[in-house]
């Protein structure tokens, strides 16, 4: 079945920076897109960046451009998202996600 395990959330404080991690599992990743998902507390999931089965393509929510950084590494079947110059706007629980399929989430809390 598919699985989905995300990692590398924590406190940061505004301005810094966090990897997260997604491996994935159950599936031929590679010949899938791979998203990051985030949902704040009283708000709606958002789309937060999507990279192509072989990366060749990345999109970015206005909100994250220039900040963060969607990768894959399909050799160890693991999504990745760079996310620089945090602010405390970007607190959420971040979610990996693909044909319908989440993990369990990653919180990020942005604060000083």
């Known amino acids: 079945q598919v699985q989905l395990v995300e990692s590398g959330g924590g406190l940061v404080q505004p301005g810094g920076s966090l990897r997260l991690s997604c491996a994935a599992s159950?599936?031929?990743?590679?010949?899938?897109?791979m998203s990051w998902y985030r949902q704040a507390p009283g708000k709606e999931r958002e789309l937060v960046a999507t990279?192509?089965?072989?990366?060749?393509?990345?999109s970015y929510a206005d909100s994250v451009k220039g900040r963060f950084t969607i990768s894959r590494d399909n050799s160890k079947n693991t999504v990745y998202l760079q996310m620089n110059s945090l602010k405390p706007e970007d607190t959420a629980v971040y979610y990996c996600?693909?044909?319908?399929?989440w993990g369990q989430g990653t919180q990020v809390t942005v604060s000083s």
């Open positions: 996600g693909t044909m319908g399929y």
């Open positions: 159950g599936f031929i990743f590679s010949s899938y897109a």
């Open positions: 990279i192509t089965n072989i990366g060749g393509s990345t």
